[in-house]
């Protein structure tokens, strides 16, 4: 959900404000939407990305056999650490989780769809669409 967002606000010309390789003078207003964006970026940049959601994915949000799917140990409802706890409610709890994976794969038919074009026509901006 996060990446659709991402996709359109990165298409309408709105970046982060500074430098995202301060050693390759790359800025982040410099930087391209879309697919382009994937030879922009430093190798070390997307290492750094794939450091650090292997280390959410095997150390704080450690999949536990013995809890249901979502209930991380460090997690509050549906793995958001929010010092809410777990939900007491079963049928809730199983609702919100359905409802959640509904809008995940959505979301990811959404992204995909938007790649697919941006391959095809060429651009992430507002001619797109």
Same mark, same amino acid.
Request: charged share 15%.
């Given at each position: 959900?996060?990446?659709?967002?991402?996709?359109?606000?990165?298409?309408?010309?709105?970046?982060?404000?500074?430098?995202?390789?301060?050693?390759?003078?790359?800025?982040? +207003? &410099?930087?391209?939407?879309? @697919?382009? !964006?994937?030879? $922009?970026?430093?190798? *070390?940049?997307?290492?750094?990305?794939?450091?650090?959601?292997?280390?959410?994915?095997?150390?704080?949000?450690?999949?536990?056999?013995?809890?249901?799917?979502?209930?991380?140990?460090?997690?509050?409802?549906?793995?958001?650490?929010?010092?809410?706890?777990?939900?007491?409610?079963? +049928? &809730?709890?199983?609702?919100? @989780?359905? !409802?959640?994976? $509904?809008?995940?794969? *959505?979301?990811?038919?959404?992204?995909?769809?938007?790649?697919?074009?941006?391959?095809?026509?060429?651009?992430?901006?507002?001619?797109?669409?």
């Amino acid at each position: 959900m996060i990446a659709t967002i991402g996709y359109f606000v990165t298409g309408l010309g709105y970046r982060f404000p500074g430098m995202l390789s301060p050693s390759m003078g790359i800025s982040f +207003e &410099g930087c391209p939407g879309g @697919l382009e !964006a994937i030879n $922009a970026v430093p190798a *070390l940049g997307w290492a750094q990305w794939f450091i650090f959601c292997g280390l959410i994915d095997t150390g704080f949000l450690r999949d536990d056999p013995a809890r249901g799917p979502g209930d991380f140990k460090n997690g509050g409802i549906l793995g958001v650490p929010n010092a809410s706890g777990p939900m007491n409610d079963a +049928e &809730g709890r199983k609702r919100k @989780l359905n !409802a959640e994976l $509904a809008n995940g794969r *959505l979301a990811m038919v959404a992204i995909m769809g938007m790649l697919f074009q941006n391959g095809t026509v060429g651009t992430s901006g507002p001619e797109m669409w």
